[in-house]
Nanobody, 120 residues
Framework: VQLQASGGGLVQPGGSLNLSCAAS????????MAWYRQAPGKQRELVAT???????EYKGSVKGRFTISRDNAKNTVTLQMLRLKPEDTAVYYC???????????????WGQGTLVTVSS
């Protein structure tokens, strides 16, 4: 699956952004889709996942502020981010993969991410 994330930008603390990811090249609906982020100097971390039937999981620090959703007809996945904090600053990536047990395995290839900067 080829992926392209978009929608990042500069936002003040407490603000909101909607990220979008367009997927192509394979059967989108069979994958568990995910958003990851990588802050400067830190490892990439899993932020949220959504199964083909809409079951979601979130990293603890974003629960209640971020919402992941998908449109299987349009091959897109979105991340609505509310009440943003400076620590949310990162490059955000989407990916496709699956769960094996409780662990999420993304595909090896990564598309271009989109930068989110939360600053006053």
């Amino acid at each position: 699956v080829q992926l392209q994330a978009s929608g990042g930008g500069l936002v003040q603390p407490g603000g909101s952004l909607n990220l979008s990811c367009a997927a192509s090249g394979s059967i989108f609906s069979r994958y568990v889709m995910a958003w990851y982020r990588q802050a400067p100097g830190k490892q990439r971390e899993l932020v949220a996942t959504i199964t083909s039937t809409g079951v979601t999981e979130y990293k603890g620090s974003v629960k209640g502020r971020f919402t992941i959703s998908r449109d299987n007809a349009k091959n897109t996945v979105t991340l609505q981010m509310l009440r943003l904090k400076p620590e949310d600053t990162a490059v955000y990536y989407c990916n496709a993969g699956d769960y094996i047990g409780s662990y999420y395995y993304p595909q090896r290839s990564w598309g271009q991410g989109t930068l989110v900067t939360v600053s006053s």
